[in-house]
């Protein structure tokens, strides 16, 4: 008669039961594969907070998914699996630093002919008008990038920051 029942659940309700049956025996590891596909913001946001409490009070997660942004916020380790083998397995910190770049971009009004850049920096034109600075942060700051804009008479009229997430890192691992 349950799975009657269950037949009759939505998918996140299915999702929901079937957690709740992973968790009556209170075990020591989780395995969780692609726990938030196809379920809606609300339940992915409930999925979290408790598996997050979960893992406070010393459970083992582990999370298989191709949600790379949910991977990064979420894990505290992350191994990198690409046509069945293991590529990496690092701290997701670690593996987040790999990927020596970061990128300044910035509102300059316009089109403005590209100043010299410090060494290693390089310019993109954006096809929505901005301007991105790509630099290596271990050899060079945003400042000193700034400053050779200023130099060169760029106007800046506004400016954001955009750092490798996982997904960048990723690609650099399983390309080609």
Same mark, same amino acid.
């Given at each position: 008669?349950?799975?009657?029942?269950?037949?009759?659940?939505?998918?996140?309700? !299915?999702?929901?039961?079937?957690?709740? !049956?992973?968790?009556?025996?209170?075990?020591?590891?989780?395995?969780?594969?692609?726990?938030?596909?196809?379920?809606?913001? &609300?339940?992915?946001?409930?999925?979290? &907070?408790?598996?997050? !409490?979960?893992?406070?009070?010393?459970?083992?997660?582990?999370?298989?998914?191709?949600?790379?942004?949910?991977?990064?916020?979420?894990?505290?380790?992350?191994?990198?699996?690409?046509?069945?083998?293991?590529?990496?397995?690092?701290?997701?910190?670690?593996?987040?630093?790999?990927?020596?770049?970061? &990128?300044?971009?910035?509102? &300059?009004?316009?089109?403005?002919?590209?100043?010299?850049?410090?060494?290693?920096?390089?310019?993109?034109?954006?096809?929505?008008?901005?301007?991105?600075?790509?630099?290596?942060?271990?050899?060079?700051?945003?400042?000193?990038?700034?400053?050779?804009?200023?130099?060169?008479?760029?106007?800046?009229?506004?400016?954001?920051?955009?750092?490798?997430?996982?997904?960048?890192?990723?690609?650099?691992?399983?390309?080609?």
């Amino acid at each position: 008669q349950a799975n009657a029942y269950a037949r009759n659940l939505s998918g996140g309700m !299915k999702r929901r039961l079937l957690l709740a !049956k992973a968790l009556v025996h209170r075990p020591q590891i989780l395995v969780l594969d692609e726990p938030t596909a196809g379920v809606d913001i &609300t339940l992915r946001e409930m999925l979290w &907070t408790n598996v997050r !409490k979960l893992n406070q009070q010393g459970m083992t997660i582990i999370l298989t998914t191709h949600y790379l942004e949910e991977a990064e916020q979420m894990c505290d380790e992350i191994a990198i699996i690409n046509h069945g083998e293991v590529v990496i397995r690092q701290s997701t910190r670690d593996l987040l630093a790999r990927t020596d770049g970061k &990128t300044l971009v910035l509102d &300059t009004g316009g089109e403005i002919p590209l100043p010299d850049l410090p060494r290693g920096a390089r310019a993109e034109r954006r096809p929505d008008g901005r301007l991105a600075i790509t630099y290596p942060p271990s050899r060079l700051r945003a400042d000193q990038v700034l400053d050779a804009l200023r130099a060169g008479g760029v106007p800046i009229l506004d400016v954001a920051t955009e750092q490798p997430d996982l997904e960048d890192v990723f690609v650099e691992l399983t390309r080609g």
